[in-house]
């Protein structure tokens, strides 16, 4: 691993363990150069994915774009930093082992969307505005709407049951 600092080609390792939902290994770094520490996450990634944007181009995936999108859409919830990276992993686990190598921003963005819908509706919203294009206030009215349906079902059982 190379020094974030000095650009030193080799670093110690000093400490390592799994992160506290095992799907990292976090490890502690000190280049013997400049003496700086600092650390490194370790990840299984099961297949390379490239991402297929709506104007045909392709990218490689970045879970960090991913975890940016969703973080920004939770800002200032009551959602934690390590929820939203248990929300990406899952994700990422999710089109690692669903698709052959390309995936879909919309397949992508469907996905966060379902994942948000069921954590924090403010965050849902917040990203249905970009991913959806949200254009005028009655585009979120008719999003709100629809959002209030599939809401209601549930409230509406729950007082019955309380009968």
């Known amino acids: 691993m190379k020094c974030p600092f ?3 080609d080799d670093t110690i390792v000093k400490d390592s363990r799994n992160s506290d939902d095992n799907t990292s290994v976090r490890r502690r770094r000190e280049c013997p150069e400049c003496g700086s520490r ?3 996450f370790e990840r299984v990634q099961l297949r390379e994915l490239t991402v297929v944007k709506k104007n ?3 990218t490689p995936f970045d879970r960090e774009k991913l975890y940016r999108s969703i973080a920004l859409a939770l800002r200032k919830r009551p959602i ?3 929820r939203i990276d248990k929300v990406v992993t899952s994700l990422v686990r999710k089109f690692e082992s669903s698709y052959e190598g390309e995936i879909s921003t919309s397949d992508i963005g469907q996905a966060v969307m ?3 819908s069921r954590l924090d509706h403010v965050g849902y919203i917040r990203f249905a505005s ?5 254009r005028e206030v009655k585009d979120f ?4 709407k629809t959002l209030d349906e599939l809401v209601k079902p549930a409230t509406d059982d729950k007082e019955t049951n309380n009968d």
């Open 114 to 116: 379902d994942s948000l």
């Open 80 to 82: 934690s930093p390590e």
């Open 56 to 58: 045909g181009e392709k």
């Open 141 to 144: 009215e008719d999003f709100v």
């Open 130 to 134: 970009v991913y959806k294009d949200f």
């Open 38 to 40: 600092f650390t490194t």
């Open 6 to 8: 000095c650009g030193f």
